[in-house]
C-alpha cells in the first residue's frame, strides 16, 4: 500500500509551486523591464544623432551630416529617427560628394603677393591635370598663369618646364570650355630666356569663361612640331584672389 504524503508535506509542495511561478513570473517582468530601457536608451542615442545630422544640415555642411546620417542608419536601424532620416540622405551623400570635390578643385589652384615695382603682384596658378609632351626631356605639367602687375597690368600666359612653343611673332591658340565647342585666340611667345612662356592676349575673355567652367582645355603649337593640348581643371578657381578681375 502507497504512503499518502501527509498535509505538511502537500502544503510544502503547494509553496514551493507558488514560489517558483512567482519566480519566473518575477524574471520575465525584469526581462520586459531591461528590454524596454534598453530600447528606450536606443531610441534616444538615435534621436541625438538624429539631431546632430539635421544641425549638420541646417548648417549646410553637408559631410558632416552624411557621416552623421550614415552612423544612424547603421548603429540605430529601424529606430524612429533612422526612419526620418533615411528619405533625405541620398541628397545629402550627393551634396557631401559635390562638397569633397569642389575642395579637391580649389586646392589645385595656387595664389601668391608679392611687392612688385610702386605697388603688389597678385598671381593665380595652376598646372595642366596631366603632363604634356612639349618636346623636353621628358612630359612635365603646364602652368596656366593669370597676374596683375602694378606697372605689366594683367595677363593671362602658359609656361612650359621644357621644350619651346612655336608662337615667337604671334600665333593662334584653340580654347575650349567644357563641352563648348573650341575657339582660336590670339597669343605671342616673346624673346625671352627667362621663362618659357605664352601670352594669350584676350585674358578677359579667358578669365570670363574660365569663371563659368570647369574643364579647360587649350591646343597651343610647339616647335617640337605639331599641336599640344594642355586641360585645365579650373573650376576651384577663387575669384576673390584676384580682386577686380571680375
Same mark, same amino acid.
Given at each position: 500500500?502507497?504512503? #499518502?504524503?501527509? +498535509?505538511?508535506?502537500?502544503?510544502?509542495?503547494?509553496?514551493?509551486?507558488?514560489?517558483?511561478?512567482?519566480?519566473?513570473?518575477?524574471?520575465?517582468?525584469?526581462?520586459?523591464?531591461?528590454?524596454?530601457?534598453?530600447?528606450?536608451? +536606443?531610441?534616444?542615442?538615435?534621436?541625438?544623432?538624429?539631431?546632430?545630422?539635421?544641425?549638420?544640415?541646417?548648417?549646410?555642411?553637408?559631410?558632416?551630416?552624411?557621416?552623421? /546620417?550614415?552612423?544612424?542608419?547603421?548603429?540605430?536601424?529601424?529606430?524612429?529617427?533612422?526612419?526620418?532620416?533615411? %528619405?533625405?540622405?541620398?541628397?545629402?551623400?550627393?551634396?557631401?560628394?559635390?562638397? +569633397?570635390?569642389?575642395?579637391?578643385?580649389? #586646392?589645385?589652384?595656387?595664389?601668391?603677393?608679392?611687392?612688385? /615695382?610702386?605697388?603688389?603682384?597678385?598671381?593665380?596658378?595652376?598646372?595642366?591635370?596631366?603632363?604634356?609632351? #612639349?618636346?623636353?626631356?621628358?612630359?612635365?605639367?603646364?602652368?596656366?598663369?593669370?597676374?596683375?602687375?602694378?606697372?605689366?597690368?594683367?595677363?593671362?600666359?602658359? =609656361?612650359?618646364?621644357? /621644350? &619651346?612653343?612655336?608662337?615667337?611673332? /604671334?600665333?593662334?591658340?584653340? =580654347?575650349?570650355? &567644357?563641352?563648348?565647342?573650341?575657339?582660336?585666340?590670339?597669343? @605671342?611667345? %616673346?624673346?625671352?630666356?627667362?621663362?618659357?612662356?605664352?601670352?594669350?592676349?584676350?585674358?578677359?575673355?579667358?578669365?570670363?569663361?574660365?569663371?563659368?567652367?570647369?574643364?579647360?582645355?587649350?591646343?597651343?603649337?610647339?616647335?617640337?612640331?605639331?599641336?599640344? #593640348?594642355?586641360?585645365?581643371? =579650373?573650376?576651384?578657381?577663387?575669384?576673390?584672389?584676384?580682386?577686380? @578681375?571680375?
Amino acid at each position: 500500500m502507497k504512503p #499518502t504524503p501527509s +498535509r505538511f508535506a502537500l502544503g510544502a509542495l503547494l509553496a514551493a509551486a507558488v514560489l517558483a511561478t512567482g519566480a519566473c513570473t518575477d524574471r520575465e517582468a525584469q526581462r520586459q523591464a531591461q528590454a524596454a530601457a534598453e530600447a528606450q536608451a +536606443r531610441e534616444e542615442a538615435a534621436s541625438r544623432l538624429q539631431g546632430e545630422y539635421e544641425a549638420a544640415v541646417a548648417a549646410n555642411n553637408w559631410e558632416l551630416a552624411r557621416v552623421h /546620417g550614415a552612423a544612424l542608419l547603421a548603429q540605430y536601424p529601424g529606430s524612429e529617427a533612422a526612419a526620418a532620416v533615411e %528619405p533625405g540622405l541620398a541628397e545629402v551623400t550627393a551634396r557631401a560628394e559635390a562638397a +569633397r570635390e569642389q575642395r579637391r578643385l580649389a #586646392t589645385l589652384w595656387n595664389y601668391a603677393r608679392v611687392a612688385a /615695382g610702386k605697388g603688389e603682384q597678385r598671381t593665380a596658378a595652376i598646372f595642366s591635370k596631366d603632363a604634356v609632351d #612639349t618636346g623636353g626631356s621628358s612630359a612635365a605639367t603646364v602652368q596656366l598663369v593669370i597676374r596683375d602687375h602694378p606697372e605689366w597690368k594683367r595677363s593671362a600666359y602658359l =609656361v612650359l618646364e621644357g /621644350g &619651346d612653343f612655336d608662337c615667337y611673332g /604671334g600665333c593662334k591658340v584653340k =580654347v575650349k570650355f &567644357d563641352d563648348a565647342a573650341a575657339r582660336p585666340m590670339s597669343a @605671342w611667345r %616673346p624673346k625671352t630666356d627667362e621663362a618659357i612662356a605664352m601670352f594669350i592676349e584676350d585674358y578677359r575673355g579667358l578669365w570670363k569663361q574660365m569663371r563659368q567652367a570647369q574643364r579647360l582645355e587649350i591646343e597651343f603649337p610647339v616647335k617640337a612640331g605639331g599641336t599640344r #593640348t594642355a586641360v585645365f581643371e =579650373v573650376g576651384g578657381l577663387d575669384g576673390s584672389q584676384m580682386p577686380g @578681375w571680375d
